[in-house]
């Protein structure tokens, strides 16, 4: 995503992306000093509550835009784009103007979902770069490695603003070892599948509402700010994510554990929820 922003922006630039969105976005296009139009996100009745509103998002375009920035399933909502929806946007922007499909919770989504991988498009779409990570499903978060799929042309420029040795040897073996075990993969999407279905029917009895989501986790309505929510369970050894900082105070990102992992939060949020 730096590397994007290192290539095609510049302070007379702008870049685009969605109300409630990663946070590197406006960091990534802070830091090059380029400009950033932020597009509202959906409403919360909407079928994707909060989540990115493409006919928005096309409005924000415009000849100084350079780049839109686009998480898909997103970071922290979990809501998602739909095939023809996102397939019809890539096609009205502009080819002058690079469109990144954040794609680095992926390996979750289920087919019913209707949510594509972007990579097929690349043959269709010169202008588009597809951004993946190992840091998710494949569980190699500390080694900070990940990966982006593009045209040629657009991986030549993007080659010249890399420092030479920005992945180290042993992220590189890990990296390849993980694609090679599907089975791990496999796994590790079937215990996600059964947390989330935990965490739902929890919420579903406690009352609370949550966002649809195609990630590793969800985002819950708490009744009360979440940072609060955030810090009890803090004191009880619970990690959450408060999401204030992304626009949704009342919200909680609660991130898909291990059995015993998501037993110990359920306990000490039901506890925290009736103190």
């Known amino acids: 995503l730096e590397l994007v922003a290192r290539a095609f922006l510049t302070s007379e630039h702008e870049a685009v992306f969605s109300e409630h969105a990663f946070a590197v976005y406006p960091i990534v296009t802070q830091a090059i000093g380029a400009t950033a139009r932020i597009a509202k996100a959906n409403p ?15 409005a924000r375009v415009n000849e100084r835009t350079r780049v839109i920035f686009i ?9 998602w784009l739909k095939t023809a929806a996102l397939e019809g946007f890539l096609k009205a922007v502009p080819e002058s103007v690079i469109v990144v499909l954040d794609e680095a919770y992926f390996e979750y989504v289920e087919p019913a979902m209707d949510c594509p991988n972007a990579l ?7 202008n588009l770069v597809v951004t993946r ?9 500390g080694l900070r490695v990940g990966y982006a799929v593009s045209s040629p042309p657009v991986a030549d420029l993007l080659n010249r603003v890399r420092e030479p ?7 590189l073996v890990a990296a390849t ?13 079937a215990v996600n599948r059964d947390g989330l279905a935990r965490l739902t029917v929890f919420c ?15 985002c819950v309505e708490v009744g009360r700010p979440g940072r609060e929510v955030f810090l009890e369970l803090l004191k009880r050894g619970v990690i959450t994510r408060p999401v204030d900082n992304y626009g949704l105070p009342r919200f909680l990102r609660i991130s898909i554990g291990t ?15 009736d103190g």
């Open 44 to 58: 919360p009745d909407h079928e994707m509550p909060y989540g990115h509103d493409l006919d928005a998002m096309r």
């Open 177 to 189: 070892a993980a694609l090679e075990d599907e089975a791990h993969l496999a796994r590790g999407k």
């Open 204 to 218: 579903r009895q406690r009352g609370l509402a949550w966002l649809p989501s195609a990630g590793n986790f969800l």
């Open 120 to 126: 097929r498009w690349l043959d269709r779409f010169p």
């Open 133 to 141: 990570t190992f840091s998710k499903a494949y569980g190699l978060a």
């Open 259 to 273: 059995e015993a992992e998501n037993a110990r939060l359920l306990d000490a949020l039901g506890d925290v929820l």
């Open 165 to 171: 040795f920005n992945v180290n040897s042993l992220a």
């Open 71 to 79: 998480a898909n399933p997103n970071n922290p909502t979990g809501t």
